[in-house]
């Protein structure tokens, strides 16, 4: 893992959602400390961690297939939290009405699991 590539990861996704990206942090799995983010919310990184960790194990246990790379969630206050997971999480609060879902889910999302991905494997 490559902590200036995770600032880089960061700043593709700043270029590509603009001023509806309110804040996002990246942080090792089962840990929930941000290493990296912007506008960053601690607070928010430790409580998505063991969000994750229990919809992971609420769909084992309930025979639903596996949570795979990614999950959206529609939050008050017009925002949507995204969030990437692998060894590491990538939580991310943007404005829905700054952006429309297509460039989010078409664009944002995949140029930043690429990123995401490229360092993480560094």
């Given at each position: 893992m490559d902590i200036k590539k995770l600032q880089k990861a960061i700043e593709v996704l700043r270029n590509d959602l603009g001023d509806a990206l309110v804040s996002t942090d990246i942080?090792?799995?089962?840990?929930?400390?941000p290493l990296v983010g912007y506008n960053s919310n601690p607070q928010a990184s430790a409580l998505f961690d063991q969000v994750t960790t229990y919809i992971k194990k609420a769909l084992d246990g309930a025979g639903f297939p596996t949570l795979k790379d990614y999950y959206l969630l529609k939050v008050d206050g017009g925002l949507v939290v995204v969030l990437i997971f692998d060894d590491y999480q990538w939580v991310m609060f943007v404005d829905d009405s700054k952006v429309n879902l297509g460039i989010l889910l078409n664009i944002a999302i995949p140029n930043a699991?690429?990123?995401?991905k490229e360092a993480l494997t560094a």
């Open positions: 942080y090792p799995s089962g840990v929930g400390t699991q690429k990123a995401f």
